[in-house]
């Protein structure tokens, strides 16, 4: 017995409630509107049609993935990153928005290990061979693309490091890069007195 039939017997139309049905129909409405608009912002390539063997049509959308993580600095400061391919919008009015994206941040965590930055990324679902990855002096950028998943995150470094010495490894989904600092000599130049 459907909740509605149930209600309607326990409470009879006319009681403080009202119509029911009424509630009930607004509410449907309510639902088709809010997820009519929600479809409008969803990227293509993040909904998928499958066919049913009674010849039914079922959407499955997705993966939506948000979270942050949170560590603290050398100065006690907190850092937050957030990761995943939906961020959420706040808006002067109503409820928060969300953003998708073409592409998922992967989860990151960079540490300073005093002589080297310590880089590590969680890329699920993707192979060694499918990862790419860019050093600069002040920056590492991870791009992966594997079956319609797609990785990217450019991360700032907070020292300076040396790129051409960096080393990875790729096991179980999880990205280590080690990243070498460069090692500061003492500016200006000795003058020899004569």
């Given at each position: 017995?459907?909740?509605?039939?149930?209600?309607k017997k326990r409470f009879p139309e006319g009681w403080?409630?009202?119509?029911?049905?009424?509630?009930?129909?607004?509410?449907?409405?309510?639902?088709?509107?809010?997820?009519?608009?929600?479809?409008?912002?969803?990227?293509?390539?993040?909904?998928r049609e499958q066919r049913l063997p009674d010849g039914?049509?079922?959407?499955?959308?997705?993966?939506?993935?948000?979270?942050?993580?949170?560590?603290?600095?050398?100065?006690?400061?907190?850092?937050?990153?957030?990761?995943?391919?939906?961020?959420?919008?706040?808006?002067?009015?109503?409820?928060?928005?969300?953003?998708?994206?073409?592409?998922?941040?992967?989860?990151?965590?960079v540490m300073d290990e005093g002589d080297s930055i310590?880089?590590?990324?969680?890329?699920?679902?993707?192979?060694?061979?499918?990862?790419?990855?860019?050093?600069?002096?002040?920056?590492?950028?991870?791009?992966?693309?594997?079956?319609?998943?797609?990785?990217?995150?450019?991360?700032?470094?907070?020292?300076?490091?040396?790129?051409?010495?960096?080393?990875?490894?790729?096991?179980?989904?999880?990205?280590?890069?080690?990243?070498?600092?460069?090692?500061?000599?003492?500016?200006?130049?000795?003058?020899?007195?004569?």
């Open positions: 017995m459907a909740f509605d039939d149930w209600f403080w409630f009202g119509d029911i049905d009424k509630i009930f129909r607004e509410l449907d409405k309510e639902f088709e509107r809010e997820f009519k608009e929600m479809q409008q912002g969803v990227p293509k390539d993040m909904v039914t049509i079922r959407k499955e959308w997705g993966p939506f993935i948000y979270g942050y993580s949170m560590t603290f600095g050398p100065d006690g400061k907190p850092i937050i990153r957030e990761f995943g391919n939906v961020r959420p919008r706040l808006q002067r009015q109503g409820p928060p928005k969300l953003e998708f994206k073409g592409v998922r941040e992967p989860l990151v965590d310590h880089v590590i990324a969680e890329l699920p679902g993707v192979e060694k061979q499918d990862i790419k990855l860019t050093a600069t002096e002040s920056s590492l950028t991870i791009s992966a693309e594997r079956d319609g998943s797609r990785f990217h995150k450019e991360i700032e470094l907070p020292a300076e490091v040396e790129p051409t010495e960096a080393k990875s490894t790729f096991r179980n989904g999880i990205l280590d890069v080690k990243l070498k600092k460069v090692e500061r000599k003492p500016k200006g130049h000795e003058i020899r007195v004569e």
